[in-house]
């Protein structure tokens, strides 16, 4: 059964930096294409990041130059690094799998950016 | 970018009564391996996206056959065969043949 568990969320003050980590089971995350989705409070869904199995990776505007997707082959886990975090970050944060067209989704991890 | 335009925005429903979303893409869905990338998502209050409907009309494991996804190219549409009270939600269309782009969603709720 895929199983994915996001957390490392927490509050954060503008201009720091938050890794989020999301464990994987039932599947490898080395050979699956993996992404990143927010949801804004009461908003609906944005997408932030992929990493291919390849390795290749791409962001959405609103994030490029601060977040890096990653992943540990070892430990079965994706990554997204943010930094320089502004208040607009602020959102529930899913890891998603995609497997021929379908999409496995996380529980979700909070990030709050604020002083 | 591919924008995803949903239309109701809000639909009310009686119980037992049908409800249908149409969702419209800026430009085909169409990818370039032949299959045509787009999604229905459920998201009950509090509760993370859930998987109903992929690549247009396959239903997601799990998902009860009152859910049909049907339509081609850039116009796509959900159909509800009888709401339940369980289905109370916000409904999202979702391509992934470009990246990832999501419609505004659709709010259903009973009358």
Same mark, same amino acid.
């Given at each position: 059964?895929?199983?994915?568990?996001?957390?490392?969320?927490? !509050?954060?003050?503008?201009?720091?930096? !938050?890794? !989020?980590?999301?464990?994987?089971?039932?599947?490898?995350?080395?050979?699956?294409?993996?992404?990143?989705?927010?949801?804004?409070?009461?908003?609906? !869904?944005?997408?932030?990041?992929?990493?291919?199995?390849?390795?290749?990776?791409?962001?959405?505007?609103?994030?490029?130059?601060?977040?890096?997707?990653?992943?540990?082959?070892?430990?079965?886990?994706?990554?997204?690094?943010?930094?320089?975090?502004?208040?607009?970050?602020?959102?529930?944060?899913?890891?998603?799998?995609?497997?021929?067209?379908?999409?496995?989704?996380?529980?979700?991890?909070?990030?709050?950016?604020?002083? | 970018?591919?924008?995803? #335009?949903?239309?109701?925005?809000? /639909?009310?429903? #009686?119980?037992?009564?049908?409800?249908?979303?149409?969702?419209? /893409?800026?430009?085909?869905?169409?990818?370039?391996?032949?299959? #045509?990338?787009? /999604?229905?998502?459920?998201?009950?209050?509090?509760?993370?996206?859930?998987?109903?409907?992929?690549?247009?009309?396959?239903?997601?494991?799990?998902?009860?056959?009152?859910?049909?996804?049907?339509?081609?190219?850039?116009?796509?549409?959900?159909?509800?065969?009888?709401?339940?009270?369980?289905?109370?939600?916000?409904?999202?269309?979702?391509?992934?043949?470009?990246?990832?782009?999501?419609?505004?969603? #659709?709010?259903?709720?009973?009358?």
């Amino acid at each position: 059964e895929v199983q994915l568990v996001e957390s490392g969320g927490g !509050l954060i003050q503008p201009g720091g930096s !938050l890794r !989020l980590s999301c464990a994987a089971s039932g599947f490898t995350v080395s050979n699956s294409y993996m992404t990143w989705v927010r949801q804004a409070p009461g908003k609906g !869904l944005e997408w932030v990041s992929v990493i291919y199995s390849g390795g290749t990776t791409y962001y959405a505007d609103s994030v490029k130059g601060r977040f890096t997707v990653s992943r540990d082959n070892s430990k079965n886990t994706l990554y997204l690094q943010m930094n320089s975090l502004r208040d607009e970050d602020t959102a529930v944060y899913y890891c998603a799998r995609s497997l021929a067209g379908a999409v496995y989704w996380g529980q979700g991890t909070l990030v709050t950016v604020s002083a | 970018d591919i924008v995803m #335009t949903q239309t109701p925005l809000s /639909s009310p429903v #009686t119980l037992g009564q049908p409800a249908s979303i149409s969702c419209r /893409s800026s430009q085909s869905l169409v990818h370039s391996d032949g299959n #045509t990338y787009l /999604s229905w998502l459920q998201q009950r209050p509090g509760q993370p996206p859930r998987l109903l409907i992929y690549k247009i009309s396959n239903r997601f494991s799990g998902v009860p056959d009152r859910f049909s996804g049907s339509g081609a190219g850039t116009d796509f549409t959900l159909k509800i065969s009888r709401v339940e009270a369980e289905d109370v939600g916000v409904y999202y269309c979702m391509q992934a043949t470009h990246f990832w782009t999501f419609g505004q969603g #659709t709010k259903v709720e009973i009358k």
